[in-house]
């Protein structure tokens, strides 16, 4: 019998509102779960609990959930098909964490590296919650009994821990297959995409700089301008992906061309090898405009309706609840609570 054992297949992910969503965001993750809806049945969640292991400002915490939301369905997500909900909304997932803290073990958070690097020196004025994020990941996940979870680099430690807290409990409680195993989606070849300010560094929400990312709420004149500003090399781009990945920066610019225009790095290069990137980065800024353009507007026509945002919210939270509330009364049952 396979990890998901009798369970079907779906899929759970999430992104959390701390941050403004950017290019790298859309490349890497949300543009490759749109085929997912055909596929299997897909819940995506904002992440908003998440967001609260570090302080935010409450208004804000707000507002980004409903811009993470509306970025959502302007990618491509269809709330007539998949859940798009707010983690908050569904209070199995605060409820599931407890039972699973009570099941983890001390060594395998401790093992956590993203805690060490998130925390840095102030591991000790860290909140608890930082600590114990991947806890609370691992019932995000297994409130659904879900069987897939698409994941970057970054995360794939966090998996690895709810499949040994799902088979934990399955052991201890004597429940075979009561939680699946999940497994990573494999999305095939995704695009790395780096800050356009340093070519050896994932593009990221958290960077000072404003000007190392692109964001999804960009104006066509903000993508233009931080693309025209982007870091370089004096050479023109080569003609191979060897000479390419020799140099960070250009390789960063080639592979956001590619991703954007769907297209192999080997085909933009034959287009453009030999040109500077005084003729390089206007075409990467038209293309780039051309793509986000679209998204950025429904985002912003989303945002100012937000009654039929938080009904699409409200409506994910039901379908959602509708799966993990007689999951909760399941484990409630096994470990001995009563209601």
């Known amino acids: 019998m396979s990890d998901q054992g009798p369970h079907r297949k779906l899929v759970f992910s999430g992104v959390q509102p701390s941050g403004d969503l950017h290019l790298g965001n859309y490349l890497g993750a949300i543009k490759n779960w749109v085929p997912m809806q055909d596929d299997m049945p897909c819940l995506f969640c904002v992440v908003d ?5 570090n302080w935010i400002d ?15 369905i302007a990618c491509g997500i269809d709330p007539k098909r998949s859940s798009i909900f707010a983690q908050s909304r569904v209070s199995v997932h605060a409820e599931l964490t407890w039972i ?7 060594g395998w958070l401790n093992r956590m590296t993203q805690f060490k690097e998130k925390a840095g020196k102030n591991s000790e004025k860290a909140s608890v919650g930082l600590y114990d994020y991947p ?29 040994d807290i799902a088979q934990k409990f399955n052991n201890d409680y ?13 999305l095939g070849p995704t695009p790395r995409v780096m800050s356009l300010r340093d070519g050896k560094a994932k593009m990221s929400k958290t960077d000072p700089s404003d000007y190392s ?20 090399d004096p050479e023109p781009l080569p003609d191979t992906l060897a000479a390419l990945e020799e140099r960070p920066e250009a390789d960063n610019l ?23 990137f005084s003729t390089f980065k206007p075409r990467l800024a038209d293309l780039t405009v051309a793509v986000m353009g679209p998204i950025r507007a429904r985002m912003e026509a989303l945002l100012d309706d937000k009654a039929e945002l938080d009904r699409i919210l409200d409506a994910g939270a039901g379908k959602a609840a509708a799966i993990a509330d007689p999951l909760m009364r399941e484990v409630r049952r096994v470990v001995g609570l009563l209601g």
């Open 58 to 72: 409450p208004k804000e915490l707000t507002q980004r959930t409903r811009e993470i939301a509306a970025a959502y």
């Open 100 to 106: 699973f803290n009570c099941v983890a073990r001390i």
């Open 174 to 186: 004597g429940v075979p297959d009561f939680f699946p195993l999940p497994e990573p989606l494999i």
């Open 213 to 232: 990312r692109i964001n999804l709420a960009d104006s066509d004149d903000e993508i233009a301008q931080k693309v025209r500003k982007a870091r370089t």
């Open 254 to 276: 080639v592979g956001i061309y590619a991703a954007l225009a769907g297209e192999p790095k080997e085909t933009v290069l034959a287009r453009f090898a030999g040109e500077p």
């Open 135 to 163: 806890v609370l990941m691992a019932a995000d996940i297994l409130a659904y009994r879900a069987t897939h979870v698409p994941v970057g680099e970054d995360q794939k430690q966090h998996l690895e821990l709810t499949r």
């Open 49 to 53: 609990l998440h967001a609260l292991t």
